[in-house]
């Protein structure tokens, strides 16, 4: 038998939901999400999550871009302070290990920008021989082996 849920207003709800769906998002199970939160059951649990993801609006690529861009800035500006540290105190272990950090940073914002995609070119090709001339030019080299004479 469910058991009954608390009385909340619209905005405590919301927030439930909103708290349910960083629950799931860190992994928790349904039933799980259902006992923290108080939601009668697992399906009551799911559903306010879908309402509250139906209700908010979706980050646009170019937020989640920026966003993404920021945080690797960020963590790319942490990375270098710790890297001039280990320079200073001559840690050639930490260096190389920073470096390679440095590295898969700068090239995940490469990707994220499109700094890393191929430069493209338009490109036109003339072609001045037809295929009747190359089959001519072709027959009158091989011609001996098509009429089936060989020379020695």
Do not use: C
């Not at 708290?19 to 860190?26: E, G, K, Q, S």
């Not at 199970?29 to 209700?55: H, M």
Request: net charge neutral.
């Amino acid at each position: 038998m469910p058991r009954p849920g608390p009385v909340m207003n619209r905005e405590d709800s919301r927030r439930r939901a909103e708290r349910a769906h960083r629950l799931r998002a860190l992994g928790r199970t349904w039933a799980e999400i259902a006992d923290s939160e108080g939601f009668r059951s697992r399906g009551a649990a799911r559903t306010a999550v879908q309402r509250y993801l139906d209700a908010e609006p979706g980050e646009s690529v170019d937020e989640v871009r920026r966003s993404a861009s920021e945080t690797l800035r960020i963590t790319r500006s942490v990375l270098m302070g710790r890297f001039a540290d280990a320079s200073r105190r001559g840690d050639d272990d930490t260096l190389v290990k920073i470096s390679r950090e440095v590295h898969r940073n700068l090239s995940q914002w490469a990707q994220l920008t499109g700094a890393n995609s191929p430069e493209r070119h338009q490109v036109e090709a003339v072609v001045h021989t037809t295929t009747t001339d190359l089959l001519n030019e072709l027959e009158a080299k091989f011609s001996n082996v098509i009429d089936g004479e060989v020379e020695e």
